[in-house]
């Protein structure tokens, strides 16, 4: 075999000294030449960007940015990746080798020939210390997929490079907090070939509870969720209208709960410019696709362009949200520090489990 890059794993670090090694060790243990590992260190402040140069090589590249979120540094390293195939790992999650054994090389080679988009599939999930028996789950068939938006997570998929590429699709980027689901809307909406595989895992996803997902802050979410999913109904180009809708009733329900919830709870002072300029764009991006909201949806509207456009009207919601006692619990702070070897024991393990014993 030509000694080319068939696939590039993408990986964001912030602040992950406690887990990227062993993620890291995850992809080089396999000893494949033609895997690529892309560090995109996101401005971290501990010694993340030590330990990812520590393992620099040909296959294993370090590039440092400024501080700007998981889909900016996914982005930059959708740009450099050299694989006809674009994986996605996050640095506290870990890859399987059974998946990417020395024969399936000619697969991925054919699956790129015969321009398959996106290679669907499964995922195992289990604690972060690897104790518990992981849980698999299977991804649906294409068929089954409601409203382009597939079951699993979009680190579960390896999408064809150019399939990418020329379709131009990019995570959005919000530095704060990420809406990854976006990317898997637009893949698998833009996708022409999907495959659905179930014979073997690659991706092991570890619960994590110091992760994003675990510790975000539920404003930001809804906020940037109604921006979204508004966004992507309005550069949604196919005729079907089903999808359309689908997508504005998740964007007006993000920002509803986001309303109700500012009401509820309060919100801080500095915060009411950045609902206010979200209201404002959400509502200019309503108007592009007003014929496709729902009836309930439309009256909604009509009573926050008034809230928007009114500014005594607004001047006095923000009055009563301030004046709710803010009370955000948080989970508790967990620190604890990777036994890499005993994890990748675990990892080996996990691969005999989940890929030696599905042959075929």
């Given at each position: ?120 599939t499964p995922k195992l999930e289990c604690d972060i210390e690897l104790k518990t028996e992981p849980i698999i789950t299977y991804p649906e068939a294409p068929s089954q997929i409601e409203f382009y938006m597939p079951n699993i997570e979009f680190w579960a998929c390896l999408y064809r490079k150019d399939f990418i590429k020329d379709n131009g699709i990019r995570f959005f980027e919000y530095r704060i907090q990420d809406v ?169 393990k996990f691969d005999h489990q989940f890929n030696d014993i599905r042959k075929g």
């Amino acid at each position: 075999m030509e000694n080319q890059i068939l696939v590039s794993f993408i990986v964001p670090v912030y602040n992950a000294a406690k887990y990227i090694e062993t993620a890291i060790r995850s992809v080089i243990d396999q000893q494949r030449d033609w895997i690529e590992l892309v560090l995109i260190n996101d401005g971290s402040t501990d010694s993340s960007y030590d330990i990812c140069k520590k393992y620099e090589s040909k296959k294993v590249r370090c590039i440092s940015t400024e501080n700007m979120g998981a889909g900016h540094a996914r982005n930059v390293g959708i740009d450099i990746a050299q694989g006809k195939w674009i994986g996605f790992l996050d640095s506290d999650d870990l890859i399987l080798g059974g998946f990417f054994d020395e024969k399936n090389s000619d697969i991925f080679n054919l699956l790129n020939k015969n321009c398959v988009d996106i290679i669907y599939t499964p995922k195992l999930e289990c604690d972060i210390e690897l104790k518990t028996e992981p849980i698999i789950t299977y991804p649906e068939a294409p068929s089954q997929i409601e409203f382009y938006m597939p079951n699993i997570e979009f680190w579960a998929c390896l999408y064809r490079k150019d399939f990418i590429k020329d379709n131009g699709i990019r995570f959005f980027e919000y530095r704060i907090q990420d809406v990854e689901s976006a990317f898997r809307f637009r893949s698998f909406s833009k996708a022409n070939n999907i495959l659905a595989y179930n014979k073997k895992v690659f991706y092991l996803h570890r619960d994590n509870p110091g992760s994003n997902v675990n510790t975000w802050n539920f404003d930001n979410v809804l906020r940037i969720k109604a921006l979204v999913y508004g966004q992507l109904a309005n550069e949604f180009n196919k005729p079907e209208p089903k999808v359309k809708q689908w997508l504005l009733s998740q964007s007006v329900y993000s920002l509803k709960e986001l309303l109700f919830r500012c009401l509820k709870l309060g919100m801080q002072e500095n915060e009411d410019r950045q609902l206010y300029e979200a209201v404002n764009e959400i509502l200019a991006i309503y108007k592009t696709q007003y014929g496709y909201l729902k009836n309930k949806y439309k009256f909604f509207l009509s009573l926050i362009a008034v809230l928007a456009s009114h500014k005594v009207i607004w001047h006095i919601f923000i009055t009563v949200c301030r004046k709710r006692k803010i009370e955000y619990t948080k989970n508790p702070a967990f620190d604890s520090q990777d036994n890499i070897e005993l994890i990748m024991e675990n990892v080996h393990k996990f691969d005999h489990q989940f890929n030696d014993i599905r042959k075929g």
